[in-house]
């Protein structure tokens, strides 16, 4: 992972900043304590040059409300001298938002 790493995503999960430790803080963590279990398993791996489209499926239930979600999502890897220079994630956040919230 790059020291300047571009970290997008679709979710409420934002990152300030770039680099390896802005993820974790805007990302990693708040999702890990949102959800329990929080599983990405990737299904196929699409690779161009520099870049890397990853395809599986999201799996988690919220700890919060204990709504379960499953949904497919997409993340696309782009590389520089052989690390992460950015990463955005497309998922269907229309399927995940019912289960953040209660009722």
């Known amino acids: 992972m790059s020291d300047d790493i571009e970290w ?6 934002k990152v300030a900043g770039r680099g390896p430790q802005k993820v974790l ?4 963590v708040p999702a890990m304590q949102e959800w329990e279990p929080y599983t990405l398993t ?6 161009d040059g520099d870049k890397v489209v990853s395809v599986g499926r999201f799996t988690g239930t919220n700890r919060a409300t ?5 949904v ?24 995940i938002e019912p289960a953040r919230h209660p009722g």
């Open 72 to 95: 497919d999502y997409s993340h696309i890897w782009e590389l520089q001298g052989h690390k992460i220079i950015r990463h955005r994630q497309f998922i269907d956040t229309g399927k």
């Open 42 to 47: 990737p299904h196929e791996f699409i690779c």
């Open 8 to 13: 997008i995503t679709m979710m409420d999960y």
């Open 25 to 28: 803080e805007g990302m990693l």
């Open 66 to 70: 204990g709504k379960h979600v499953e």
